[in-house]
């Protein structure tokens, strides 16, 4: 059996974070839906499924048409059976990640990153699906003392941390 593997670069805007999963029934795309309906009311979002039997289409909701879009391209460019991508702003992946993990359908979180990301997509004859993610760059040192406060004291300027 012969495999290859593609790098696919997923094209979103800077300000735009972004998942990658994979799940299993075609009401994933529904279910995810309502899970990112009820973080926020400020919270924008596409998701895009593709589904991997029967009609074999790319199912998308969300609640802004160019999220929906980018989801869609992101979804189709990756091309695997049972990949779900989820395009976000005015949030973060911290505070979705939870309710997303809790839809039933959900199997993997592959990333949720605001980085640039490439999906390697492993390719057999019987399909496409994803082997792993290259999620932003490579580290260029270690954290210093100075490094460790200024992380501590951003955390709880954000409100992540007391």
């Known amino acids: 059996m012969a495999v290859s593997l593609d790098a696919v670069a997923l094209d979103k805007p800077e300000d735009v974070n972004v998942i990658v999963g994979q799940a299993h029934f075609i009401k994933t795309v529904e279910?995810?839906?309502?899970?990112?309906?009820?973080?926020?009311?400020?919270?924008?979002?596409?998701?895009?499924f593709c589904e991997a039997s029967a009609a074999r289409l790319i199912r998308r909701s969300g609640n802004d048409a160019e999220l929906i879009g980018l989801a869609v391209a992101s979804?189709?460019?990756?091309?695997?059976?049972?990949?779900?991508?989820?395009m976000i702003r005015?949030?973060?992946?911290?505070?979705?990640?939870?309710?997303?993990?809790?839809?039933?359908?959900?199997?993997?979180?592959?990333?949720?990153?605001?980085?640039?990301?490439?999906?390697?997509?492993?390719?057999?004859?019987?399909?496409?699906?994803?082997?792993?993610?290259?999620?932003g760059s490579p580290p260029v040192g270690i954290e210093t003392d100075a490094g460790v406060a200024s992380r501590h004291r951003l955390l709880r300027e954000i409100g992540y941390k007391l």
Do not use: W, Y
């Open 75 to 86: 979804a189709e460019a990756i091309s695997a059976g049972h990949a779900f991508v989820i």
């Open 31 to 48: 279910d995810l839906h309502e899970a990112l309906a009820g973080v926020s009311q400020h919270l924008r979002f596409g998701i895009a």
């Open 90 to 135: 005015g949030g973060f992946p911290v505070s979705v990640m939870n309710p997303v993990k809790a839809v039933p359908e959900v199997c993997t979180i592959f990333c949720a990153t605001a980085n640039p990301v490439q999906i390697l997509v492993a390719v057999t004859e019987r399909g496409r699906g994803i082997a792993g993610v290259i999620d």
